[in-house]
């Protein structure tokens, strides 16, 4: 399983990014990617989780986030708006080992992707 994340950027606060996640080796009908992040000197933090059926577990619970996918790509977005200076951050989608029962938490993601800089300021 590859992951490649894009979509970083500087923005202005109050503005939006979308940012995709290409997976490699996973299976359109059968995958589970989530997006997690890591703002300067802090922990990683988990943002949400989707399966390819469309289940969508929200763990950073922000309306600001939506998580989506385009399974015939094999791709994953996490849609931003209103993005605040907080949400800078190393932004990484990751991949359990098996996608059956999988958790939706940092320590769940077996595979990672190099990650996308997201710098939020004026």
């Known amino acids: 399983v590859q992951l490649v994340e894009s979509g970083g950027g500087l923005v202005q606060p109050g503005g939006s990014l979308r940012l995709s996640c290409v997976a490699s080796?996973?299976?359109?009908?059968?995958?589970?990617i989530g997006w997690f992040r890591q703002a300067p000197g802090k922990g990683y933090e988990m943002v949400a989780c989707?399966?390819?059926?469309?289940?969508i577990r929200n763990v950073l619970q922000s309306a600001r986030f939506t998580i989506s996918s385009d399974n015939a790509k094999n791709t994953v977005f996490l849609q931003m708006n209103n993005l605040k200076p907080e949400d800078t951050a190393v932004y990484y989608c990751?991949?359990?080992?098996?996608?059956?029962?999988?958790?939706?938490?940092?320590?769940?993601?077996?595979?990672w992707g190099k990650g996308t800089l997201v710098t939020v300021s004026s």
């Open positions: 990751g991949a359990p080992a098996y996608t059956g029962m999988p958790g939706c938490g940092v320590d769940d993601m077996h595979y």
């Open positions: 080796g996973v299976s359109p009908d059968d995958f589970y």
């Open positions: 989707i399966s390819s059926s469309g289940r």
